[in-house]
């Protein structure tokens, strides 16, 4: 089962993967967990990465996509996997296609967390806030500017894929403003009916 998992900065995608990965027993495959597993381990690919970022540059498309490659031939990816964070553009969605085509593999479905962002700006300040009365420290990225820059990135960049996988019939629209359990149960229902 190859699982895409869509949706804006702080619509719980993350909660939910590991879920996913939990309950069906399929790697969650983080590409910047990927990134930094290949820069330690010394691959070919990590190694291009790694002089990318000691020059301060961004990873291109082209090395985020070999990680990918090289990661999904690993054996716990044999049942299937679950991309977060990958593809984030329609390039990438294409480089993809090639990359699982190429492995006579298919993607099984694309979950897209449906939110209000305005709602997601709401539970972020609670977050801040909870943090701060727990005494805790609130991470610099955290703040309501820095949000909303993702949340447009996100809608540039990386919402353009939803109709670019409606149209080949592998969206699943899930409701994220519903209870985390509520919002698991749904998931639950789509992945259930692919098996």
Same mark, same amino acid.
Do not use: E, K
């Given at each position: 089962m190859i699982v895409i998992?869509?949706? /804006?900065?702080g619509a719980g995608k993350g909660t939910q993967a590991a879920y996913i990965s939990q309950k069906r027993g399929?790697?969650?495959l983080s590409t910047g967990d990927m990134l930094r597993a290949a820069i330690t381990a010394g691959t070919p690919v990590g190694k291009k990465a790694k002089a990318v970022i000691d020059a301060g540059e961004l990873v291109s498309d082209e090395i985020v996509a070999g990680i990918i490659a090289d990661r999904i031939d690993e054996d716990?990816? !044999?049942k299937g996997f679950l991309l977060d964070g990958f593809p984030r553009t329609l390039e990438q969605a294409r480089m993809l296609d090639d990359i699982?085509?190429? !492995?006579n593999r298919k993607i099984d479905v694309v979950l897209a967390l449906q939110v209000d962002e305005n709602a997601l700006v709401d539970r972020l300040n609670s977050r801040i806030q909870q943090t701060k009365d727990a005494g805790g420290e609130v991470r610099s990225d955290d703040n309501v500017e820095t949000f909303r820059k993702r949340l447009e990135v996100y809608s540039t960049q990386t919402a /353009?894929?939803?109709p670019y996988y409606r149209d080949q019939g592998l969206i699943a629209d899930i409701d994220g403003m519903k209870p985390i359990n509520v919002v698991?149960?749904?998931i639950d229902s789509v992945l259930d009916g692919l098996s």
């Open positions: 998992f869509l949706g /804006p900065p399929i790697p969650q716990d990816c !044999r699982i085509a190429f !492995r /353009p894929l939803i698991s149960a749904q």
